[in-house]
DNA sequence: TGCATCTTGATGCATATGCATGAATTCGTA
DNA sequence: TACGAATTCATGCATATGCATCAAGATGCA
């Protein structure tokens, strides 16, 4: 394994990358005309939630977002500086603490999905057939 | 068009996004590890090799490489500096100037390359085969 | 031609990210 | 139990990015 790329993979490798960008560029743009935070924020938001009413903790958000740990810690600042989760102390931990959505963290992120979830079908939706938006979240699905 | 996305277009979104992230991370991560430039400075030395001996204007870069203007300014500045490109005057537009490749700037390409394609193959190759990477592809072109 | 407008590119300033490291706590194990 | 190693999270400092704006040259048109 791990020899030379054959240039199906270094094609869908570069455009990997190009719709992706792509992509991300057109969601935040229509995020921020409406006044609204960045897609990190909104995958915040959507996991604390997720995870119920005793939030989660950092290192398990740094996980589900691939996100580096330095910058997950300070994300979590600015979102708590805005009241959108809170920090809370940790039981069973002494060295962490644990992150819960607020109710303006909820309202925050039904604000923002039915922008977002416009914008991915714009960016995305529109593109392909059903059939084919299928085949391709399998064929990412094996990359991940 | 662009009404609500179906589940399967949402998924799609998440994980090209999800596999993009991951691919790259694992790829900028090669190159650091083998003390080379980033991704983004492989993609100016493409871009400048292919345009040929007078180079190309940074608003072409610009677009070739979907970045903000400011952005590229300053990566060019930077690899400028590290003598891997050069800044002329333009003469048919006294407003630019064209940047172009110098040898050193080849010599680190392909310097480069090596790790780079090692790194896609490991990413992207290693998980599908190659109807399936021609697939994921086509598919991806599509969004472009 | 003359002047408003657009295009091209750079840059000051605020914010965000990367890197190295530190502080507190827990874990593994002798 | 005791203590070195590992885990969890924050932070100072350097670098990179985003935003607004500016300067200089091209372009269109009255």
Chains 1, 2 share one sequence.
Request: proline share 3%; with cysteine.
């Amino acid at each position: 394994m791990s020899e030379k790329p054959a240039e199906a993979v270094i094609r869908a490798w570069a455009r990997l990358t190009r719709a992706q960008q792509r992509a991300q560029g057109e969601i935040e743009a229509a995020l921020k005309a409406a006044g609204l935070p960045a897609l990190a924020w909104y995958d915040v938001l959507l996991e604390t939630e997720r995870a119920g009413k005793g939030g989660l903790r950092p290192f398990e958000l740094e996980r589900a977002m691939l996100l580096a740990q330095y910058n997950l810690s300070r994300l979590v600042e600015r979102m708590a500086s805005a009241g959108l989760v809170e920090r809370r102390p940790c039981d069973d931990d002494g060295r962490g603490h644990r992150v819960a959505v607020t109710d303006a963290g909820r309202v925050m992120r039904r604000r923002m999905w039915p922008v977002y979830a416009q914008a991915i079908e714009r960016a995305v939706g529109n593109h392909l057939t059903a059939r084919e938006a299928k085949t391709l979240g399998d064929l990412l699905g094996r990359l991940g």
